[in-house]
């Protein structure tokens, strides 16, 4: 991607992690990263709704069970938006019973632990169908900072 070209043209495939657990935040920050995405993650629902009002999201991994809002708080509120102002949602569970979901807002479950090949293979599924361009107001990604912080020496 040229990184000189016009915001308003610009169009990225931009996933949201959202869940409570660090070491899954990171784990697939880095995956998604390394295979050519831009990444922002969230550590609760509240979190991931405030990203998805600022940035236009390919897919959102979301965890049921977070604190502050839910996962099931983040889809239900996810359902309430026009179709193209909002992410495919992956939903990542530690096997309790998954309720009814929406199948305009879900596009599939995986279960913890997971096969992170399998979650890949399904992020980019999924993000093969959504081409979004980005929002004016939208920050850099997560994974562009983090890129961008690296090149100045500023993350060992």
Request: some cysteine; aromatic content about 4%.
């Amino acid at each position: 991607m040229d990184c000189a070209a016009p915001r308003e043209m610009e169009t990225e495939k931009r996933i949201l992690v959202a869940d409570d657990d660090e070491a899954i935040r990171k784990l697939l920050f880095t995956v998604l990263r390394r295979r050519g995405f831009a990444v922002d993650v969230a550590k609760n629902g509240a979190d991931a709704i405030e990203s998805m009002k600022r940035c236009r999201y390919a897919v959102a991994l979301i965890d049921l069970m977070m604190p502050v809002k839910s996962g099931w708080d983040v889809l239900e509120w996810m359902g309430t938006r026009p179709r193209n102002e909002r992410p495919l949602a992956i939903v990542l569970t530690a096997g309790m019973a998954v309720r009814e979901m929406s199948p305009d807002v879900v596009a599939g479950t995986v279960r913890k632990p997971f096969d992170v090949e399998l979650l890949y293979d399904m992020v980019m599924a999924c993000a093969s169908v959504r081409d979004l361009v980005q929002r004016d107001d939208c920050p850099p990604s997560d994974s562009n900072r983090d890129a961008q912080r690296s090149k100045r020496g500023d993350i060992n």
